[in-house]
């Protein structure tokens, strides 16, 4: 009874999950049946790989095919598995040799004509093959600048399924992946551009520097999104192993450049106010996909009209914040995603915001209910709360020439390496991920410097949680000054961005 193997990877989130596709050729009816969980899409694969091979000058056995997936309770979802399924049932009918199949990696959609079509999730379905000890893959001539970023992993091309045959029988290459060029920084917005508001620009470089959470207030045209799309401009770049995170999220997105996949920029995502929790989070049918916050990883999620996203959009990202990854359990299996973002909400202080806080039409009943849908819960999470004030030329005037990005993003650059320094034995890249009992214990600040925060816990104005990002707030203060630890000064400040006037 003829029967053959061939390897595909299945993802649950950005985890890889090797996947055996075997190809039983047995006696009886014509016919070709599909076992494994598959979704579907993938059920109707057997249907178009039928077409692809005959398409491609090959005969399909006209016996019993019975085509199995394992581990046969994991849910396979898509069309990256045609390929696979092909080439399993061409080795099984003795078309080409299985020399070359075992430690290879099969990833492609089959046209109806025989063409491989790219499929999303490349660059994590290789990094969990590597991680397998598999070093080789076939992938879509379209996906080999994506396979390229994978170091330890020969990745070819195939454009058609006949080039794949032909290479299985050694009689023509397959197109290699080659190293892609490094590509040029997007340009991004210059801080210079910002007329006055010293309080939010400053807040904004506190905020790149310790990577906090920030709510800026203030009436409409004051420039409360300039600000917060500069931002990623005062980030520094990516590191090797967080750009490959991002963009394993953004290839199961399916938003990966062709020309430039590597996103080495922290990515900015401005999701409408309209958004649907699934999409906000992630989620779908079947296995959930990427929402916006993990399209934010490493980069910056920003809510503009946050009070206008509703209570429930909002209380979603609350775990999210402290975990830095979101879990979505669906009936098909739970998948991970991460999420370590920085939030920025922008928010008007009441629903009528006129371009002076003396022309509200609001009474102070809806001036609350408008403000409450921000709710204390997420607040409390948001370290850093600034109120913009309508722009005046005398503002303009007396602010001299502002600061440009450059110059901001060499102060943030020092005060985080400073930090990385000092939390380095503890695996900690910025203030923002430090927990709170790191603080209070191995690196607890002495009485006097802490004062003012006893007293604010005493009298219930800041919460256990809020003293706790008031010190990772202190803490960046100090790397911005050049201090080895925060003093009084630098406490009591980090303490007064935490105004609750500001929200």
């Known amino acids: 009874m003829p029967l053959a193997r061939a390897w595909s990877v299945a993802l649950l989130g950005i985890d890889g999950r090797l996947v055996e596709i075997e190809a039983d050729i047995g006696a009886g009816l014509p016919g070709t049946k599909l076992v494994g969980l598959p979704d579907p899409g993938l059920r109707e694969a057997k249907d178009r790989v039928r077409a692809a091979v005959r398409n491609s000058g090959h005969k399909w056995p006209e016996t019993s095919v019975t085509l199995g997936l394992s581990p046969a309770n994991l849910p396979k979802v898509g069309s990256g598995y045609d390929l696979g399924i092909a080439v399993a049932v061409l080795a099984a009918s003795g078309v080409v040799p299985a020399t070359k199949l075992l430690g290879t990696v099969l990833l492609g959609e089959l046209a109806l004509d025989g063409r491989v079509r790219p499929v999303r999730g490349v660059l994590p379905a290789l990094l969990a093959a590597r991680g397998r000890g598999y070093k080789r893959a076939v992938v879509a001539v379209e996906s080999l600048v994506e396979g390229a970023l994978v170091d330890g992993v020969e990745v070819s091309g195939a454009a058609r399924l006949d080039e794949v045959i032909g290479w299985l029988r050694d009689e023509q290459p397959l197109a290699e992946a080659a190293v892609p060029a490094e590509a040029e920084p997007p340009t991004v917005p210059d801080l210079a551009d910002v007329l006055g508001q010293p309080e939010a620009r400053w807040a904004l470089e506190v905020a790149a520097a310790g990577g906090h959470h920030l709510l800026l207030t203030g009436p409409p045209g004051v420039g409360k999104t300039m600000l917060a799309s500069r931002l990623p401009g005062l980030l520094p770049r990516l590191s090797l192993e967080q750009s490959l995170q991002v963009t394993a999220v953004h290839s199961i997105e399916g938003s990966l450049e062709a020309d430039a996949p590597l996103v080495r920029v922290p990515p900015f995502v401005s999701p409408h106010h309209t958004i649907s929790v699934a999409a906000l989070v992630g989620g779908g049918s079947g296995l959930a996909m990427p929402g916006a916050i993990s399209m934010a990883h490493c980069g910056v999620l920003f809510l503009d009209e946050a009070p206008e996203f509703g209570g429930e959009r909002l209380d979603s990202l609350r775990t999210v914040l402290e975990q830095g990854e979101v879990r979505i359990a669906r009936s098909r299996g739970v998948v991970r995603y991460p999420a370590r973002f920085q939030l920025v909400l922008a928010a008007n202080p009441c629903a009528c915001a006129p371009p002076r806080e003396v022309d509200c039409c609001c009474t102070p009943a809806a001036r609350r209910r408008y403000q409450s849908r921000l709710s204390g819960p997420l607040l409390d ?107 009084a000064d630098q406490v009591a400040a980090a303490l007064e961005f935490r105004d609750r006037r500001a929200a």
């Open 381 to 487: 999470r948001v370290d850093l709360r600034v109120r913009l004030r309508p722009i005046t030329a005398l503002s303009v005037r007396d602010a001299g020439q502002p600061e440009r990005t450059e110059q901001v993003r060499e102060r943030v650059e020092l005060a985080r390496q400073r930090a990385a320094a000092r939390w380095a034995a503890h695996g900690w890249q910025t203030n923002a991920e430090v927990p709170g009992p790191a603080l209070r214990r191995e690196f607890a600040l002495p009485g006097p410097a802490t004062a003012l925060l006893d007293r604010s816990l005493d009298r219930g104005a800041i919460t256990a949680r809020g003293a706790d990002r008031c010190l990772r707030v202190a803490w960046t203060l100090a790397d911005l000054a050049g201090d080895d630890e925060p003093d």
